[in-house]
C-alpha cells in the first residue's frame, strides 16, 4: 500500500515536472521546428508517465494492456523525436537528412509490434495482470530498446561534439538538455538490468529532475529562446551564403543559400572549398584569405572570411559568407554605358551651340568682307577689321572645341546675367543687335548666368542662320520672382515650329531649372523667344 502511494507521489512529482517544461515551451518558445521537436519529446514523456500512473490503478489485464500501449508511444515516439531534435539543434540537419524517413518508421514498427502482440508475443513473451512483475519481455522488446539507446545516445553524442566547443552560454544548455535525458535513461537502464533495485519505480522522480533542468536551461540560459531561434532562422534564409568551419577545417554548419549553389556540392571542409573554387572559376582564394571576388560563369561572387571566437579569446570556427554580386557588375557597366552616352550628348550638343555660334558669326563677316570687296572703293581698313576678328573666332573657335572634348569651360567672364548676355552680343556682327535692361539684378540671380548665356547665344544664331534678320532686340526683366528674357527678331518667321537640337537644348536647360519657354513665330513677323526662370528664394 505504501509503495503504491509512493509510486503514485514520485509519478505525479514526473508528470507535474514534465507538464510544467511543456507550458514554459508554449510560453516561451516560437512555432518552428526546433520548438516543435522539443515540445514532441515532452508529450512522448508525459504519456509514458500517464501509462506508469495508470498502471497503479489497473486491475484487470484489459486495463493493464491499455496502460501499456499508452507508455509503448511515447517511447516509442521519444528516441526518433529526440535524435531529429538533437540534429536540429546542433544545425545537423543536412548530413542525416537521407536518414530521415527510417526515424518515423521506427515509432510506427515498435507500436505497430506492440499492439499486434497478443498474436506473435515476441514484444511481451507473457503479459498477465499484476504490473511489471507479471510480463515476461520477448526478443523484440530487447531489439527495439537497443535502438532506442542508439538513436538517444547519438543525439547526445552530437550535441557534446558540436556544441561543447561554442561559446559558454551554447555550452550550459548543451550540459543541461544532455542531463535531462540522460539521467533517466541511465536509471532505467540500471532498473532493467537488476543492477539498481528498488520496490518503487524510480524513472518517474528522474524525469522531474530532468523536467527541472530543463526549465533552468529554458529560463536561465535561454534555449529556445526567441533571439537566437530568430537569428538562426535568418541566417538560414538570407541571400548570401554562410558556411563554417570548425578549428580543423570541418564544415559544420551551411545555410540554404549554399545548398543551391552547384559548385560547393559536397564540400565537407577547408580544403575540398578551395579546390571547387578553383576548379568552378579556375582559382581560389588564399588559405588565410579575407576578402576575394571570383567569376564563376557568367556570375561574380564576393567571399569574406571572419574569425569566430568564444569569450576567452579561443579561436573557435573560420566563418565565410559568400554573395552574389553579379549585379553589381552589371549596374557599373550599365552606369558606364549610361556616362558614355552622357558625355557624347554632351559633347554634340556643346558643339552644336558653341561651334554653330562661332561658324554663324564667321559666315556673317565672311558676307560683309564679300559685300565690302564688290564696292568700287572697298574700306581696307574694315577688311583687315574683319580679318582680324575671323582670325580671333577661329582661334577661340578652336579653343571652344579642345574644351568642350576635354569638359573643360571658360566661364570668367560670367559673373552677372547682364554681363553673360552682353558678351553676345557684342558678339554680333552685321546685323543691328539691342540690349535692353529693366529692373536691377542681384546675387539671387546668379544660378542661371550660364543657362541665359547659352539660351541667348543659341536664339540669336538660329536668328543669324536662318531667319535672314536685320535687327534682333533682346530685353532682361528682372522681377521679384523671377527673370524673364525676351528674344525677337524681324526676319522671315515661319509657320511651324520644328524643335531640333538648338531649341530642345534651350528648353531642357531651362526646364531643368525650374524655368519655362515658349517660341512663336508666323510668316513675315519674325521669330519670338521667351524664357521665365523663377528666382529659388522666391519658391520657398
Not at 18 to 30: A, F, K, Q
Not at 401 to 417: A, P, Q
Request: charged share 20%; proline share 2%.
Amino acid at each position: 500500500m505504501i509503495t503504491g502511494i509512493v509510486s503514485a507521489v514520485l509519478l505525479l512529482i514526473g508528470l507535474g515536472g514534465m507538464l510544467s517544461s511543456i507550458i514554459w515551451i508554449i510560453h516561451r518558445g516560437n512555432s518552428n521546428r526546433l520548438t516543435r521537436l522539443f515540445l514532441s519529446c515532452q508529450v512522448s514523456i508525459v504519456l509514458w508517465l500517464i501509462s506508469e500512473l495508470l498502471n497503479l490503478f489497473s486491475e484487470s489485464v484489459r486495463q493493464y494492456w491499455i496502460s501499456y500501449c499508452i507508455g509503448n508511444v511515447g517511447i516509442s515516439c521519444f528516441a526518433p523525436l529526440w535524435l531529429m531534435l538533437s540534429a536540429a539543434y546542433t544545425d545537423s540537419g543536412k548530413r542525416l537528412k537521407k536518414y530521415w524517413f527510417c526515424l518515423p518508421l521506427i515509432a510506427v514498427a515498435a507500436v505497430c509490434t506492440v499492439l499486434t502482440n497478443p498474436k506473435h508475443h515476441l514484444y511481451y513473451a507473457s503479459f498477465e495482470a499484476g504490473g511489471a512483475g507479471h510480463v515476461a519481455y520477448g526478443p523484440l522488446f530487447y531489439a527495439f530498446q537497443v535502438i532506442y539507446y542508439i538513436c538517444i545516445l547519438t543525439g547526445i553524442t552530437m550535441i557534446c561534439v558540436r556544441h561543447t566547443r561554442s561559446s559558454a552560454q551554447i555550452s550550459k544548455q548543451s550540459v543541461l538538455l544532455i542531463l535531462s535525458a540522460a539521467i533517466p535513461l541511465a536509471i532505467n537502464t540500471l532498473m532493467l538490468t537488476g543492477i539498481l533495485h528498488s520496490t518503487v519505480a524510480l524513472t518517474p522522480l528522474f524525469f522531474a529532475l530532468s523536467s527541472l533542468l530543463i526549465i533552468i536551461a529554458l529560463g536561465r540560459y535561454g534555449l529556445l529562446n526567441i533571439n537566437s531561434i530568430a537569428i538562426r532562422d535568418t541566417i538560414s534564409n538570407i541571400d548570401s551564403g554562410v558556411m563554417i568551419f570548425d578549428i580543423s577545417g570541418a564544415l559544420t554548419y551551411s545555410n540554404k543559400y549554399i545548398s543551391g549553389l552547384p559548385f560547393l556540392k559536397d564540400v565537407q571542409d577547408t580544403e575540398q572549398f578551395r579546390a571547387a573554387l578553383a576548379a568552378a572559376s579556375g582559382e581560389a582564394p588564399d588559405a588565410d584569405f579575407t576578402a576575394a571576388e571570383l567569376k564563376i560563369g557568367d556570375e561574380y561572387y564576393s567571399l569574406k572570411r571572419t574569425l569566430c571566437q568564444n569569450r576567452t579569446g579561443t579561436k573557435v570556427a573560420n566563418i565565410v559568407t559568400i554573395s552574389n554580386v553579379t549585379e553589381y557588375h552589371e549596374l557599373a557597366a550599365a552606369e558606364k554605358k549610361l556616362s558614355l552616352e552622357q558625355e557624347r550628348n554632351r559633347i554634340a550638343q556643346e558643339m552644336h551651340d558653341s561651334a554653330g555660334h562661332t561658324f554663324t558669326m564667321i559666315s556673317s563677316l565672311a558676307r560683309l568682307m564679300k559685300y565690302e570687296t564688290g564696292q568700287a572703293q572697298p574700306d581696307l581698313q574694315k577688311l583687315t577689321e574683319n580679318l582680324s576678328e575671323i582670325d580671333g573666332l577661329s582661334r577661340s573657335g578652336v579653343t571652344q572645341l579642345r574644351c568642350t572634348i576635354n569638359n573643360l569651360r571658360d566661364d570668367t567672364f560670367m559673373t552677372s546675367v547682364t554681363g553673360a548676355v552682353q558678351t553676345v552680343v557684342s558678339a554680333v556682327r552685321g546685323v543691328q543687335t539691342d540690349l535692353c535692361v529693366q529692373g536691377e539684378e542681384d546675387a539671387r540671380f546668379a544660378f542661371c548666368i550660364r543657362e541665359m548665356y547659352d539660351n541667348c547665344r543659341e536664339t540669336v544664331t538660329n536668328a543669324l542662320r536662318y531667319a535672314e534678320a536685320d535687327c534682333i532686340n533682346i530685353i532682361l526683366k528682372f522681377l521679384a520672382d523671377r527673370v524673364e528674357m525676351y528674344i525677337l527678331d524681324n526676319g522671315k518667321g515661319c509657320s511651324e515650329i520644328k524643335e531640333q537640337n538648338g531649341l530642345r537644348g534651350i528648353r531642357a536647360r531651362t526646364e531643368a531649372i525650374g524655368g519655362t519657354v515658349k517660341f512663336s513665330s508666323a510668316p513675315g513677323e519674325g521669330f519670338r523667344t521667351v524664357i521665365r526662370i523663377p528666382v529659388k528664394e522666391a519658391e520657398t
